[in-house]
């Protein structure tokens, strides 16, 4: 499979948030406002290629010992232990980015979308490059979900037509399902 | 054997890997917090309550530290003088923290405000409110359910016959309680006015008086003999403007339905002859 069409593939037709419902928390979470999106968008990208770039030859370790099926909890920890060192040397060495990342890097450490694009990463039976392509897409995936539904979310604030009983939460699950159903209409593009 | 061991090594050897590895990042990469910050951070009173407008007390003394611009009297748990020893760990002037309290904004007690049902819902304000808009007929008063005695930390409000009451000796004018209210009745101001409106209620008189006999009907009484023009009628509500008012109480003694309340008058079959000291104001402080 070529990388163009894994990259295309994960933003539009398996978006993380939209298509496959992984990281549906900050997803409704922190869409509230568009900085924040794009911030948290950001990090995702950031962490999800680092987390690749470490469990993918730790998957292989794995293999060699006979022990796959450890994947999930070593996945885990290393993508934890990954994102607190990262942190540390942001914090030492680009002070500015640290802030910009601010509270959302290690929000994420605990992300099911940043553990699952990693399994899933072993799952396709990618090699290195076309794991990472896969990380990239799918943390641009991410942002462009989220980017999107911020601004959708924006006209719903203050918005007086909605009725009373659907104003706040149930509003805004009812739109994230349109987007949803919107990016349906990507299916059997790739 | 062997079948559990290795998994259970390897995972450990991991985990142990990365304990080192992030041991001595943290302290490779170890960045010192800032003495003044750290200081500052010890001075304030650490209730994260966010009055101040930052994200709890830690934001607040990053951001005095990075800029003390900001300004060291924006806490008004610690007051004038916790001000005082932040300019003084900062090494500036202290700007003068106003002291505020919670004032409600409603006298609608039990003899007082007429009741539209035999409430025997979840008791708290905002489950009333969600019953035809709360249990008293007046839709802008105190439900005395008590959402803003429960709310507040530092226990300095308590429900008086149906109303809540804010002691102002304890109150340090957080806002939280405020926040609570579903009807808004709870407003902060500054604790130098002794003089404020107990009423919130924006009917037209006549439905006021009729919900509630110590209702504000809007009747204009006490705008036209303030002296200092710091009253105004909105909405039939009077307004008492903190900056302008000095407390002379004459608005107090014009209004025909006693809706503005003077702490500084002494009561008169409740505190017979005490001096009028500032302990004597606190009991009945709203």
């Avoid at chain 1, 911020?150 to 604030?157: D, H, Q, T, V």
């Avoid at chain 2, 007082?112 to 905002?126: I, P």
């Avoid at chain 2, 808004?184 to 439905?207: E, Y």
Wanted: some cysteine; overall charge positive.
């Amino acid at each position: 499979m070529g990388l163009a069409s894994i990259l295309l593939g994960v933003i539009l037709v398996n978006n993380y948030v939209l298509a496959q419902f992984l990281g549906i928390c900050p997803f409704l979470g922190v869409s509230k406002k568009l900085d924040s999106a794009v911030g948290m968008g950001v990090a995702v990208i950031f962490v999800m290629v680092l987390a690749t770039a470490a469990t993918w030859p730790i998957q292989q370790v794995l293999n060699n010992f006979g022990i796959g099926y450890l994947q999930t909890i070593v996945f885990i920890l290393v993508i934890a232990a990954l994102v607190q060192f990262v942190e540390m040397a942001l914090k030492k060495f680009i002070p500015s980015l640290h802030k910009a990342l601010g509270v959302y890097l290690p929000l994420i450490t605990t992300n099911c979308a940043v553990l699952g694009v990693c399994i899933s990463n072993i799952d396709e039976g990618y090699n290195y490059i076309q794991s990472l392509v896969n990380s990239t897409g799918a943390g641009i995936g991410f942002l462009l979900a989220m980017v999107l539904f911020s601004g959708m979310r924006s006209k719903l604030e203050g918005n007086t037509s909605i009725p009373a009983c659907f104003q706040g939460v149930p509003i805004t699950l009812v739109t994230a399902a349109f987007l949803s159903l919107g990016f349906m209409g990507f299916s059997g593009l790739v | 054997m062997s079948s559990i061991l290795i998994p259970v090594a390897l995972v450990s050897a991991i985990g142990f890997v990365l304990a080192v590895v992030l041991t001595i990042a943290s302290k490779i990469f170890f960045v010192p917090v800032d003495e003044t910050v750290a200081k500052l951070r010890a001075e304030l009173p650490g209730a994260n309550c966010g009055a101040c407008g930052f994200a709890g007390c830690d934001d607040y003394a990053n951001a005095l530290g990075a800029d003390p611009s900001v300004g060291t009297g924006k806490c008004p748990v610690g007051g004038a003088a916790l001000a005082e020893a932040l300019a003084a760990v900062l090494g500036v002037e202290a700007d003068s923290s106003e002291p505020q309290v919670a004032v409600v904004m409603c006298n609608g007690n039990n003899d007082a405000a007429k009741t539209l049902m035999e409430y025997q819902g979840l008791k708290t304000c905002k489950a009333a409110k969600q019953l035809f808009g709360g249990l008293s007929a007046c839709p802008y008063g105190c439900m005395g359910l008590g959402d803003c005695a429960v709310a507040c930390p530092y226990g300095a409000i308590q429900i008086c016959n149906g109303v809540a009451v804010v002691n102002r000796e304890l109150c340090v004018g957080c806002g939280i309680c405020a926040k609570q209210c579903p009807n808004s009745v709870i407003r902060i101001a500054p604790a130098k006015n002794k003089v404020v409106v107990q009423c919130n209620s924006k009917d037209k008189g006549a439905v006021a008086r009729k919900n509630c006999s110590n209702a504000c009907i809007g009747c204009g009484k006490c705008a036209k003999v303030c002296k200092f023009e710091a009253i105004t009628v909105e909405n039939n509500l009077a307004f008492i403007d903190p900056e302008k008012c000095k407390n002379c109480g004459l608005c107090a003694k014009e209004c025909p339905t006693n809706a503005i309340l003077n702490m500084r008058a002494k009561r008169k079959p409740a505190a017979p002859a005490e001096a009028p000291t500032p302990a004597a104001e606190a009991p009945k402080a709203e």
